[in-house]
C-alpha cells in the first residue's frame, strides 16, 4: 500500500503571498487532516476533512482553508503568508474520524515566509 | 480544555540505558493516547498507542501503560539504541478525531 505523501517537500514564499500545499492520502482512507508543527514544537491541529466536507477545526484563522477531492487528495491553502506562517505542514489520512482509526502522517511541506 | 505535558528535552543517555519520557494529560472524558516518533527530517510515525484505562501499548521494546489515575502514559525502553535518537511526541486522541500534542522531546543516544 502507499504511503501518505506530499508536495513539495520545501517551499519558500514572500510575506502577502498564497500557497497551496498537497496531499495524497494513503489507499483506502477518507479523512485527512492537517497539523502545523513549528520550529521545536509539537503539531497543532489546524482542521479536518471527511467526505469533502470540513468536520473539525482548530485555532485557525479564515486565511488557512483546504479542500477534499473525490478521490481523498487534500490541498492546504494559506492566503496573506505571514512569517509566524513558516513551519512544517503535515498532513495526515485516516480510515474514518474515530479515536481508534490511527493517523497516517507524510513526510511535511517545509514552508519559509521572508 | 486537553492538553498534554511532556517532560522538557533534550535527554542525554548511553546507549543501552533506560529510558523514561513522562507524559501527562488532561481531557474530558476517556482519550486515547499514542505516542509518536519523529526522525530528522521526517514526518510523524505511531510508535505506540493505548485506547483505554491500564492498556500497555508496546512496540520495538518501547513500552507506556495508560494510567487513568494519575493521568500518565510514560514511555519506557530497557536499552536504547543509537538509532533511537529521535523526538517523541506524547498524544491524546478524543472523539473529535484530533490529535493533541506534547511538545515534544528530544532524545540523543551516544555510543
Known amino acids: 500500500e502507499t504511503g501518505v505523501t506530499q508536495s513539495p517537500t520545501h517551499l519558500i514564499k514572500t510575506r502577502g503571498q498564497q500557497v497551496t500545499l498537497r496531499c495524497s492520502s494513503q489507499?483506502?482512507?477518507?479523512?485527512v487532516s492537517w497539523y502545523q508543527q513549528a520550529l521545536g514544537q509539537g503539531p497543532q491541529f489546524i482542521f479536518q476533512y471527511y467526505r469533502e466536507e470540513e468536520n473539525g477545526r482548530g485555532n485557525f484563522p479564515p486565511r488557512f482553508s483546504g479542500l477534499q477531492f473525490p478521490n481523498y487528495s487534500s490541498e492546504l491553502n494559506v492566503n496573506a503568508l505571514e512569517l509566524d506562517d513558516s513551519a512544517l505542514y503535515l498532513c495526515?489520512?485516516?480510515?474514518?474520524?474515530?479515536?481508534?482509526?490511527?493517523?497516517?502522517f507524510g513526510n511535511g511541506t517545509r514552508l519559509t515566509v521572508t | 480544555g486537553n492538553s498534554v505535558t511532556q517532560m522538557e528535552g533534550p535527554v542525554t543517555l548511553s546507549e543501552e540505558a533506560f529510558l523514561t519520557i513522562n507524559c501527562t494529560y488532561t481531557a474530558t472524558g476517556y482519550p486515547s493516547l499514542f505516542w509518536y516518533v519523529q526522525y530528522p527530517g521526517e514526518g510523524l510515525q505511531l510508535l505506540l498507542k493505548a485506547t483505554k484505562a491500564d492498556d500497555k501499548g508496546s512496540n520495538k521494546g518501547f513500552e507506556a501503560t495508560y494510567r487513568k489515575e494519575t493521568t500518565s502514559f510514560h514511555l519506557e525502553k530497557g536499552s536504547v539504541q543509537v538509532s533511537d535518537s529521535a523526538v517523541y511526541f506524547c498524544a491524546l486522541r478524543n472523539q473529535g478525531g484530533k490529535l493533541i500534542f506534547g511538545q515534544g522531546t528530544e532524545l540523543s543516544v551516544k555510543p
Open positions: 489507499s483506502g482512507h477518507n479523512t
Open positions: 495526515a489520512s485516516s480510515l474514518v474520524g474515530g479515536e481508534d482509526s490511527p493517523l497516517h
